[in-house]
């Protein structure tokens, strides 16, 4: 316990590389990503001993992402969809305005917007928990 409420846990482990704590009694677990960036992911356990390895797997994953230079964080589908469908707002929110440039007249009329909201609603059950993969471009 390094200085928590009673009922917080906090644990360092693997020489410090991971911070294993609570909050309202669930285990999460901080991982160092590098560059002065972290992971925070919950272990979804009450379980102090499960949490422990739960935590050094997620580590050793990490490190494995890393050797093999794979993305070390996965966004899903749903969440890419909600990005989109906030930039779509926001250009319908900026409304019409003229430009020379037909790339730069990135607009979305009332229309689209509901189609975008009705569509996405089928895309977010049917696939919403999948995960994105950027591929890097060659």
Known sequence: ??????GEFEEKLLDGRVLLFSRNGIFQ???????????????KTRDLNKARDLAARAHYELEFR????????????SDVLCEYAKL????NARGTYAHNNKANQQQTSDYM???IRR??????????KK????????
């Open 113 to 115: 917007l509901r189609q």
């Open 1 to 6: 316990m390094l200085g928590k409420t009673e």
């Open 66 to 77: 890393k050797e093999e230079q794979l993305p070390l964080q996965i966004k899903r589908f």
């Open 119 to 128: 569509v996405s609603k089928f895309w977010h059950e049917y696939c919403g």
């Open 88 to 91: 779509r707002e926001s250009q």
């Open 131 to 138: 995960a994105v993969v950027r591929t890097p471009v060659q």
């Open 29 to 43: 677990v901080r991982l160092y990503k590098g560059k002065r960036q972290y992971i925070h992911k919950s272990l």
